[in-house]
């Protein structure tokens, strides 16, 4: 189990600064910890199953970033990215995604009609807009699930289901409870052609 | 860690296959179980949680309020989600937490506190006791045993308990509280992993208690739907606990309470009743006036959390074993309640009253919250610690005359 030291007069110093969250810092941070490798230039991922992390809600980017640092989220290739960043650093990181234009990936392939309304009709049922709003846009630690790459969004709800993604409670566990993997590809289809 | 969650006895359920599962009714998630259709569109949701450092120059103690003679000062802070609060021998102030995963270690300096963490990446730590020498870690099924703490800060080595005692490994609602009692008996309380629901109430819905090595299980309080804080009566070393009422039955039901448990084993009437408020989402086989009535109703959605009879003399003559219960404040309700720290004490002929006592966080004007008390704990000197969970922060109230 690792050790954490944080004695009252560091924590004064990392206060210090002025400026809260400062999006330049983060970009800085951003380039040297080479994020971009997996999550895309500006945010908007080509790579399969990394997801885009352009326009995403800063404080669940923030939350997530913890969780990946104290190994409680257990996702293998964010285990050095995120290690012995510090909170201030994180909250940097998430202006400088969260400044970012949220879009889909240029390769989106097209909407199946048919799916899409599947999976309208699933979310509906389940009101998934009521916390990921009516946009799905997200809010606070509610992510922005729009615009995201469909293998992605598959991929994470199916661990939720499975109960193999850890996030800050259980909602989306229990949300996912009892769909098949048919319904959750209609379910991502539909998201991630969402405006 | 992968933590396996399992969601409620109707998660249990085989998935069925894909085209018949898309017309039968969705299991709800746990947390949103006996949600009525009007409120189906609900944007209310758990709040989120905050997992960063805050700032002393942002933590609001300038916001809190205590009563004429009491003063609050900013004690320790760095401690993201501090909940629980336990003191060693030697003066460390251990605190538990829940979504971070950390246990933090707190020693005084005179001059200034020195946080440390202590073990981290556990399943909602949200469990602390201290006894002879060692520190008893819950996390939902989890149990460690941290032998000689104080004196292996920099490199503890827990002990793990886990098998010994068997707990479920059901996330919802399994963030325990655990105490020793005056039998040296160690009690955990366990929630129910659903909103509403019958459930196996030889697991769930109960406190029970257990030699310290895990064996001779024993269940001291059945029929509670989620108790996050219990204390013994200093005096009487009755078992004094609060229970949190269910979610999505309107603004004002049921309420949450104060409970006392007079005999082991005592059924205090979930899924039936809470706080004297008949369950319409239970077929209704047992009426509220079979069970004990709660030693006090605390209001509805306050959510109380520590539970701590105050040890000290420094406080007037009235606190004297006086409860504090600290109300971590609403989610499931359209205007906040709680978010205060409150008193409860014993007067003429017995009557319980309560008090505010430590308020300021919730501002109601604006429909926000500064702040959430979490944890209570008497100081040898007779003052009390407050933590606040959302400010990773710790306050200390003494009284001066």
Known sequence: ?195 | MIRRHLLGLAAAAVAAPSLAFAQAPAAPPAWQQGRPAEMANSPLAPHAPRLTVTPPDRIPVSNIRVPDGFQVELWAHGLPGARVMVRGDNGTVFVGTRVIGRVYAVRDTGSERQVTTLLQGLPQPSGLAIRDGALYVSAIHRVLRVDNVEQNLANPQPVDMTAAFGLSDAAHHGWTHIQFGPDGRLYFSRGVPCNICETDGERYALIHSFNADGSDRRIEARGVRNSVGFDFHPRTGHLWFTNHGRDWAGNDNPSDTLHVNLRRGEHHGFPWCAGGFQDPAVPSQRLCSEFPPPAMVLGPHVAPIGTHFYRGSAFPEQYRNALFIANRGSWNRSRLAGFEVIVVREVEGGRLVQEPFMTGFRDDANQRFVGRPAGVLTMPDGSLLVSDEDNGAIYRVSYRR
């Open chain 1, 1 to 195: 189990m690792k050790k954490l030291m944080l004695a009252v007069g560091v924590l004064l110093v990392a206060a210090a600064p002025a400026a809260a969250q400062d999006a330049a810092r983060g970009e800085r941070l951003v380039e040297e910890r080479g994020c971009t490798a997996c999550h895309g230039p500006r945010g908007v991922s080509p790579v399969p199953l990394m997801p885009s992390l352009a326009g995403q809600q800063p404080d669940f980017i923030t939350l997530q970033m913890i969780l990946f640092r104290e190994g409680l989220r257990q996702v293998p290739a964010m285990m050095e990215p995120a290690r012995g960043l510090t909170d201030a650093q994180i909250q940097d990181i998430a202006a400088y995604f969260a400044a970012l234009p949220s879009a889909p990936k240029p390769d989106r392939g097209p909407r199946n009609e048919a799916l899409a309304q599947r999976g309208a009709q699933l979310s509906a049922a389940r009101n998934c807009n009521a916390c990921h709003l009516p946009d799905y846009s997200g809010r606070a630690n509610v992510p922005r699930v729009n615009h995201q790459r469909e293998d992605f969004l598959a991929h994470t709800l199916a661990e939720y289901r499975d109960n193999l993604r850890v996030g800050a409670d259980t909602q989306m566990n229990g949300l996912m409870h009892g769909l098949t993997n048919d319904d959750i590809r209609a379910i991502a289809h539909y998201l991630a052609h969402r405006e």
